[in-house]
């Protein structure tokens, strides 16, 4: 008799359609999110110099486009820009591809959405960018075919194009919480994909890393914030703050960051990518 193996392990839930459910109207809360996490980007944009690197860019394909926070904050510095930048874009989120087709800013021109995963994507031949990005994207990512879907942006940048790779490292709160999270409430959830790993499984030649530290600030007396920012980070709605402060892996974790009046959570988030884009952005 052939017994299933997920009879006898209990089958794995994978992070993406926990993300994708998440990602949904009525679901998500990104204004509370962001009130928090739009620090990483912010410092990301003061720190690089993304009118020169966008400057010679007149393609750009977005894996993991989100809400597409990340073009809206970096927009205005790039309002002197003449021409556009062509974007398709890819999410599984039907929201998102929404989202971003309706309200992406001047100079991003949104063309083609991909309403699916970067696993079932398949790249058409001659299909190339000049830049091809992941921002914050990756956490959620098949971790056997990590390398089979970076190798796609790969293809996406074609010969002359270049990739660019924005993501949490494994030190990051968010990782570290997510990591007690899951062990506590969902044991057949896997950890995200950390920095390190795209790292690893990018595996090109050129590749570069530049590391940002930033805190995620959450003012102590807004529970009500935090426990969105927290529900967001695990993508559970159904997970409260008492739940979480009642499990000790969890509580401890949060308890080593609150200071004076504010939880202050230390993120480390590296931009990786090809020899030339973190060239580019440098200067
Ligand atoms: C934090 S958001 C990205 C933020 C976005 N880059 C921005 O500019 O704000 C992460 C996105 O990754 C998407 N995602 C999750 N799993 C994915 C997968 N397997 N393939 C592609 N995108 C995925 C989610 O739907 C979500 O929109």
């Known amino acids: ?155 996406l940048a074609g010969e002359r194009g270049g990739i660019l790779v924005f993501q949490a490292a494994r030190s990051a709160f968010y990782h570290r919480f997510y990591n007690a999270y899951r062990i506590a409430f969902s044991p057949r959830t896997p950890a995200y994909i950390t920095a390190e790993e795209a790292c690893d499984a990018l595996g090109f030649d050129a590749c570069q890393t530049r590391i940002f530290h930033v805190d995620h600030v959450i003012p102590a007396g807004d529970r009500a914030l935090l426990e969105a920012y927290l529900r967001q980070l695990c993508f559970d709605t159904g997970i409260t703050l008492k739940a979480i402060e009642e499990c000790p892996a969890t509580a401890a974790l949060l308890d080593r960051h609150r200071g004076e009046g504010e939880y202050r959570l230390p993120q480390e988030v590296w931009l990786i990518g090809d020899g030339n884009i973190l060239d580019a952005l440098a200067g």
């Open 1 to 155: 008799m052939i017994i299933s193996a997920s009879i006898i392990c209990g089958a794995m839930e994978a992070n993406e359609p926990r993300s994708t459910r998440f990602y949904a109207p009525g679901v998500i809360d990104a204004d509370a999110w962001f009130r928090v996490a739009a620090s990483d980007y912010l410092q990301l944009i003061s720190a690089c110099n993304f009118p020169r690197l966008l400057a010679g860019v007149n393609s750009l394909f977005d894996a993991g486009c989100g809400l597409g926070k990340f073009p809206s904050l970096l927009a205005p510095s790039l309002e002197d820009f003449s021409g556009s930048i062509d974007c398709d874009f890819l999410d599984p989120s039907a929201h998102c591809i929404d989202r971003f087709a309706r309200s992406a800013p001047h100079p991003f021109a949104p063309r083609q959405g991909f309403a699916t995963t970067i696993e079932a994507f398949t790249p058409q031949p001659g299909q190339s960018y000049d830049l091809v990005w992941a921002l914050q994207s990756i956490y959620a990512w098949d971790r056997e075919r990590l390398a089979a879907s970076l190798a796609k942006l790969r293809m």
